[in-house]
């Protein structure tokens, strides 16, 4: 399934990641970096998709050193 498919009943980890998901969408970098970094201290949440968008988020609000 894709990383940010949105699921019923969510669990705090899903409901960073798909707020996480939404900000990176829209391009909210700020907001995705910290959502995204939320979502990822899940460890279900924690692949490679969500990691991408997590260094991307970083890259394009300037956040080179989390990057």
């Known amino acids: 399934a894709p990383v940010c498919a949105q699921t ?15 900000a990176f969408r829209s391009g909210d970098w700020n907001s995705a970096v910290l959502l995204l970094r939320k979502a990822a201290a899940y460890s279900e ?7 991408y968008m ?14």
């Open 45 to 51: 949440n924690n692949t490679a998709e969500t990691q």
């Open 54 to 67: 997590l260094i991307a988020s970083e890259m394009y609000s300037g956040q080179y050193r989390g990057a």
């Open 8 to 22: 019923s009943g969510q669990k705090p980890g899903q409901t960073a990641l798909a707020q996480g998901c939404e």
